[in-house]
């Protein structure tokens, strides 16, 4: 499944009614327990406060979805969903990817917070590289050995 990643910001969401539409479907399939408030106004609260979503895309829709906030050295990742019918197909692993990516090409580390996280989401998220920082507040993407070998 040919992924890519778009970027959705206010002023991305504020121009295109698909992109609305598809987020708003992305994250009503979303836990209840995962948002803690509505779909509407969790992205409308994101969006408002100068944050980001990093989408997976194929076809022209958004299969997938991850909220990014930003400070000087991270992006910070939450509520990675991706829509029901296409689970378990690697369109969450292959968004993380892609957003790895895209925060190293700007400079800044990856990271997400323990907390927030079900032991699920702790588990992919150590499959893909990342590593629970030493104070146990946050992962962060386990940056490329040096040379090759193997930890």
Known sequence: MPVTLHLVDKA???SDPQVQHDLQRIYADAPAERL???VATFLREHLEA???FGCARFNDRLLGAVAVSTDEQAWWLSELCVRKAT????VGSRLLALVSNAARTEGLELRTLSSQLPVADQMLLTRLGYRLDITGDYF???PPLQGGGKP
Request: zero cysteines; a positive charge.
């Open 87 to 90: 689970r378990r197909r690697g």
């Open 140 to 142: 962060e993407l386990a």
């Open 36 to 38: 803690g408030v509505p």
């Open 12 to 14: 991305a969401w504020e």
């Open 50 to 52: 100068g944050h980001f």
